[in-house]
């Protein structure tokens, strides 16, 4: 008897031993994403309720929220426009440097947050490459809510580009061909055929994008100013200075309600994707 055959009759399967590789990806599941989840339950509910709800209204903790919640969205619809645009153009033509271009895409991935926060500090400060020239019209870009989109930005278009590149690349073109030749406009033809397809893998690193702003804090920490006052303070940095104070309950408060947030967002999405893909069958 074949070891590597279904004893049910199914295809055969190239990882032998259901039960031990449902064991294996369970163990790892486990020590990498459920305790660690359980483990900011525990901590975050050594708080009273009344304790809590004074922790969240908190009005730092609270302009952390808005600041880090607001930021994290108005980047993500950035990068869900100019990241459609990017992989649009990496799948759709060819030219010299597409290559280069394709791989500076992962770039936000492999540089360190940190050197991130301090490169785009430096070229957006007063004096700064960038930063220079919006000052002199009187427009300050570090340490206010725009160098903070803009952290933002840079760390979250990879997301959009990889989620809805390969969706594109397997678009069958011949739908797109059929409408033009019905006498589709351009508008139309993206409206009508290639937009619908696009939706599910554009929404999805949309949806990342936001979680990834949610808890980011390296490029931020620089650029951000860290401005109480300024409202420039975000969420991941309050939580970093709880932990300086030894404060592991109300750090893990916090970070309770950004993790509700992320997974709230991620199922409504999921919720939409899977609602998409009903409609189309």
């Not at 369970?26 to 305790?35: E, Q, R, W």
């Not at 590149?165 to 009508?192: C, H, W």
Request: aromatic share 12%; charged share 10%.
């Amino acid at each position: 008897m074949n070891p590597f055959s279904n004893p049910a009759g199914g295809r055969n399967r190239i990882i032998p031993g259901f039960g031990l590789t449902l064991g294996v990806t369970l163990a790892m599941l486990s020590l990498l994403i459920l305790i660690p989840l359980i483990s900011i339950l525990g901590h975050a509910f050594q708080l009273t309720a009344n304790d809590y709800a004074k922790l969240i209204t908190n009005s730092a903790i609270r302009n952390a929220f808005i600041t880090t919640i607001g930021s994290s969205f108005l980047a993500a619809l950035i990068n869900s426009v100019f990241g459609f645009i990017l992989a649009w153009v990496l799948v759709r033509y060819e030219f010299r440097g597409k290559t280069l271009l394709n791989g500076v895409i992962e770039l936000p991935f492999a540089l360190p947050t940190a050197v991130a926060g301090i490169t785009l500090s430096k070229l957006y400060s007063d004096t700064g490459f960038f930063g220079s020239f919006f000052a002199s019209y009187g427009i300050p870009i570090a340490y206010t809510h725009i160098g903070l989109v803009i952290a933002l930005v840079f760390v979250g278009i990879p997301f959009v580009v990889r989620s809805i590149q390969p969706v594109l690349e397997n678009l069958d073109p011949t739908y797109e061909e059929a409408g033009s030749m019905l006498g589709a406009s351009k508008f139309t033809i993206f409206r009508r055929i290639i937009f619908p397809e696009l939706r599910p893998a554009l929404l999805t690193g949309f949806g990342l994008a936001f979680a990834r702003g949610l808890g980011e804090y390296g490029s931020v920490i620089y650029i951000s100013g860290n401005s109480a006052k300024n409202h420039t303070q975000v969420v991941s940095y309050v939580i970093m200075q709880k932990l300086n104070y030894v404060d592991y309950a109300s750090a893990t408060a916090i970070a309770l309600v950004m993790l509700i947030i992320a997974f709230a967002m991620l199922f409504s999405i999921n919720m939409i994707q899977l609602w998409q893909a009903r409609r189309v069958q």
